[in-house]
């Protein structure tokens, strides 16, 4: 069975910072493109791309925390990570972890992502 589990998520002061774990079990995920998305608070409840990681290792931002997040993955410990530095209250979300099966350098779209962890929440106050 396939499992991504999510973790890191608390509650912080903007400005701070905090590194966001996502543990994949059930198989090896060294050649999927792995992602982070993000869910903010409202009705909508759509998924927001954060930052993404190819099997060669490219990454890929959206411009609101290009220069503050960092994506990385540890092959060996079957594990991706987002270092969000300098947090803003508008980064204030539900933090999901993505795999897709794919080894294009860069996967962006939700629709394109097989396995899903199971979320945790962040929350930035001014």
């Known amino acids: 069975q396939v499992r991504l589990i999510a973790s890191g998520g608390a509650s912080v002061r903007a400005g701070d910072s905090l590194r966001l774990s996502c543990a994949a079990s059930?198989?090896?995920?060294?050649?999927?493109?792995m992602a982070w998305f993000r869910q903010t608070p409202g009705p909508e409840r759509t998924r927001e791309f954060v930052a993404a990681v190819s099997w060669k290792n490219n990454t890929n931002y959206i411009d609101s925390v290009n220069g503050r997040f960092v994506i990385s993955r540890s092959i060996g410990e079957n594990t991706v990570y987002l270092q969000m530095n300098s947090l803003k209250p508008w980064d204030t979300a539900i933090y999901f972890c993505?795999?897709?099966?794919?080894?294009?350098?860069?996967?962006?779209?939700?629709?394109?992502?097989?396995?899903w962890g199971q979320g945790t929440r962040v929350t930035v106050s001014s």
């Open positions: 059930g198989r090896t995920f060294s050649s999927f493109a």
């Open positions: 993505a795999a897709a099966l794919s080894t294009e350098d860069f996967v962006g779209p939700s629709t394109r992502y097989n396995y």
